[in-house]
Structure formats: structure tokens, C-alpha cells
């Protein structure tokens, strides 16, 4: 990599940083606004991935369409503006799909909604789950209404996890992780990102005293392990696609999924985690 492959990556880096942050800290409209924006982008690249060899009977622009509608839904939800809209978009997507296996005749309609169904359930749905985790109606949490600071804590232990684990691992790793899914993981590597997040974790405990060590402690484990699983099964799915990344959207980095890998299937860990510890 040359240097400006490097300051590319960096600038880009850095952009998707701040637009993220312009998420969190904006309020609930901006979160709605860039979260909504990345699962659309999202759901293409993965739905496009998936028809990269074959073309499907169920179109990937409805299956985005319905994916950002659910995720509108729990908003207002959440909100309680209506909350009829949740389950009748939910419901709606189904009816579609299934009337899609009664009436067209394809001998892969089946795979066709399998895809559909799966890409809802892996992207959607953590991202819907990250509304969740920002909104808290236990004052012993973090107040009412939507709240920023367990989602920032979440994207940055995740940052710090993969940071870590990318340099230390690069400079130090000898041992393969899991060679057959992502060659260039390391142990080393996975290690020093627990390490590290964990130091993370003390400064939030020092920033936000409201939630004990052991709380902050707890939630660095479970986003880097977590997170670790969700990068590596987001390069199974592009092993298995025959794919270098999903999408070309961030120089430097591949496409949106290539930078949310991680968040999705921490997301789900970290919800269990604050119902569990927290009891909200």
C-alpha cells in the first residue's frame, strides 16, 4: 500500500467516522436519517452479492424498500406516533413473499425468498435492534427518550477492537485464527483487540461513573468478541459470493456491510447484554 492508498484510506475512514458520530450525537431524526441510509446501502450491496452468479425472482429493490419501511416502523414505534405500522410492514413483506411462491412459477423461488428473508434478519433487524438500544424508558439507565451513549460506546469499542486487532496483528501475528475463512486474522491479533477494548472500557467508566467497572468491562467483552464473529462471518459470505468486498462505496474500505460486519452480530450481543445486566 502507497502512501496515498494510505491517506486515501485514512480520509475515508475518517469520513465514515464523522458521519456515524453525526448519527449518534444529532438526535434521534439524524440517527433515523443516517442509519436508515447505511441499511439501504447495505441491503444492496449483500442482496447484489447474492446475485452476482444468478438472478433471483424476488427484487432486490423491494426487499431494500421493505428492509428501510420495518426499519421506519420501529421508530415509530418507539416513538409511539403509530404502532400499528411495525407489525403491518412486517406482515406485509410476508404476504408478499409468500404470495410470491404460490403464483410465480420458478423452480427458485424458494432460494429467492430464503435470500430475501436471511438479509432482512442480518442486516435489518440488528440495525432496528440499535434503535432499541438507544432508546431507554428505566431512569436508572440513561434517562428517557433517546439516548447516545450506549450506541457510541458500542461503535467505539468496536473501532478499538479492530484497530488493535488490525496493527497488533499485522506487526506481531504468527497464528492463524481461522485460516480457511480470513487468512490474515491472527490469535495475537484477536487478543490485543480484547486487551484494548478493555482499556476503552475504563475511560468510559471514568467519563460515565453512573454504571460500574464491571458494567463497562462486561460490554468491551461482549462487543469485541462479538464483533471478531461478525467480521468473520461477513468474509465467509464474501468467500462463499467469490467476492473481495461488497461494494466499492468507501475507498480504502470496500463498501458499507465491509465496515458494519462487526456491528451486526454485536448489536443482538450487546441488547442481551443491557437486558441482562440492566434489566431494561
Not at 404502532?83 to 423452480?107: D, G, K, N, V
Not at 435470500?115 to 434503535?131: D, E, H, K, R
Not at 490485543?192 to 458494567?215: K, Q, W
Request: proline share 3%; charged share 10%; aromatic share 16%.
Amino acid at each position: 500500500m502507497n502512501i496515498k492508498d494510505i491517506f486515501t484510506r485514512a480520509g475515508a475512514g475518517i469520513i465514515y467516522i464523522l458521519v456515524i458520530l453525526l448519527g449518534l450525537l444529532g438526535g434521534r431524526f439524524s440517527f433515523l436519517a443516517v442509519f436508515g441510509t447505511v441499511l439501504g446501502f447495505g441491503l444492496f450491496e449483500f442482496y447484489r452479492m447474492m446475485e452476482k452468479d444468478t438472478s433471483h425472482a424476488i427484487s432486490k429493490i423491494f426487499n431494500i424498500l421493505l428492509g428501510v419501511l420495518i426499519f421506519f416502523s420501529v421508530f415509530l414505534y418507539l416513538e409511539d406516533l403509530c404502532t400499528y405500522t411495525l407489525p403491518a410492514s412486517i406482515l406485509i413483506y410476508l404476504l408478499i413473499l409468500i404470495a410470491s411462491a404460490i403464483f410465480l412459477r420458478r423452480h427458485d423461488i424458494l432460494h429467492g425468498i430464503i435470500y430475501s428473508v436471511f438479509g432482512q434478519i442480518y442486516i435489518t433487524m440488528p440495525l432496528s435492534l440499535l434503535m432499541l438500544i438507544s432508546y431507554s424508558y428505566q431512569p436508572d439507565l440513561t434517562g428517557n427518550g433517546y439516548d447516545w451513549i450506549p450506541v457510541l460506546a458500542l461503535f467505539v469499542f468496536l473501532w478499538v477492537n479492530d484497530t488493535a486487532a488490525y496493527f497488533i496483528g499485522s506487526l506481531t501475528g504468527k497464528h492463524k485464527l481461522i485460516e480457511h475463512i480470513s487468512p490474515k486474522k491472527s490469535v495475537e491479533g484477536f487478543v490485543a483487540g480484547i486487551l484494548f477494548t478493555l482499556l476503552g472500557s475504563l475511560i468510559f467508566a471514568r467519563l460515565y461513573p453512573g454504571f460500574s467497572v464491571a458494567f463497562w468491562m462486561g460490554f468491551a467483552v461482549v462487543v469485541s468478541l462479538f464483533g471478531t464473529l461478525g467480521d468473520l462471518f461477513e468474509s465467509l459470505i464474501k468467500r462463499t459470493c467469490n467476492v473481495k468486498d461488497a461494494g466499492q462505496l468507501i475507498p480504502g474500505h470496500g463498501g458499507i456491510l465491509d465496515r458494519i460486519d462487526s456491528l451486526l452480530v454485536a448489536v443482538p450481543a450487546v441488547y442481551l447484554y443491557l437486558i441482562l445486566f440492566l434489566s431494561f
